[in-house]
């Protein structure tokens, strides 16, 4: 009685986990069809010009490009909005 008991309820997770999987998999591609979810913007490849590092996520923009803040008279370069106003300065 207690062997089927423990099956049972291991056999339950793991349809509970298949199914979780499956859910979110269906979700994540309903979302990315539909255009929804996180974006960032991205610097334009061909604007060429110095490459500046982003304090915050590590990402090189383009300074022609990027979102730009001054700090302390220094001025930093940002791949997005979300990153600009994240960084404490």
């Not at 291991?10 to 859910?23: G, K, M, P, S």
């Not at 990315?32 to 090189?60: H, I, M, S, Y």
């Given at each position: 009685?207690?062997?089927?008991?423990?099956?049972?309820?291991?056999?339950?997770?793991?349809?509970?986990?298949?199914?979780?999987?499956?859910?979110?998999?269906?979700?994540?591609?309903?979302?990315?069809?539909?255009?929804?979810?996180?974006?960032?913007?991205?610097?334009?490849?061909?604007?060429?010009?110095?490459?500046?590092?982003?304090?915050?996520?590590?990402?090189?923009?383009?300074?022609?490009?990027?979102?730009?803040?001054?700090?302390?008279g220094e001025v930093?370069?940002?791949?997005?909005?979300?990153?600009?106003?994240?960084?404490?300065?």
């Amino acid at each position: 009685m207690f062997v089927r008991t423990v099956l049972y309820l291991l056999v339950a997770i793991l349809l509970i986990t298949l199914l979780r999987y499956l859910i979110g998999a269906l979700a994540r591609s309903f979302g990315q069809l539909a255009g929804l979810g996180p974006r960032r913007p991205r610097a334009d490849p061909k604007a060429g010009g110095e490459l500046k590092r982003d304090p915050v996520c590590g990402t090189f923009v383009a300074a022609s490009s990027s979102f730009k803040k001054t700090v302390r008279g220094e001025v930093v370069y940002f791949c997005s909005t979300e990153c600009r106003d994240r960084y404490l300065g």
